[in-house]
């Protein structure tokens, strides 16, 4: 059974960092791309970053470019994204899910809607 669990979340000064994990279990190592995303109060969940099978791809929304990085460790089967210079607009829910792509490429598009789990939540705040 395909699992994803995120965790890692605080709360956390403007400029401080993070590092939030996803672990997966009940799946093949590098089998799949994965996806960060995040889902603030009254505002639709929008992806992050995402990460192709063998992690040579990665991909970012324009506001978290320069500040956040995405990993995975396939011998580990683990995802993370450190996430530094926080501001307060990153303040929401991060959720992680696999998403569609490849070892060339990968997307901010879920390959179910089924694994979304309850996500962790991070606050950015003085």
């Known amino acids: 059974q395909l699992q994803l669990v995120a965790s890692g979340g605080g709360l956390v000064q403007p400029g401080g960092s993070l590092r939030l994990s996803c672990a997966a279990s009940g799946w093949t190592p590098g089998y799949y791309a994965v996806g960060w995303f995040r889902q603030a109060p009254g505002s639709e969940r929008e992806g992050v970053s995402c990460?192709?099978?063998?992690?040579?791809?990665?991909n970012y929304l324009d506001s978290v470019k320069g500040r956040f990085t995405i990993s995975r460790d396939n011998a580990d089967n683990t995802v993370f994204l450190q996430m530094n210079s926080l501001k307060p607009e990153d303040t929401a829910v991060y959720y992680c899910t696999f998403v569609i792509g490849s070892s060339r490429y990968c997307s901010f598009a879920p390959t179910t809607n089924d694994l979304w789990g309850p996500g962790t939540q991070v606050t950015v705040s003085s």
């Open positions: 990460i192709s099978t063998n992690g040579a791809t990665t």
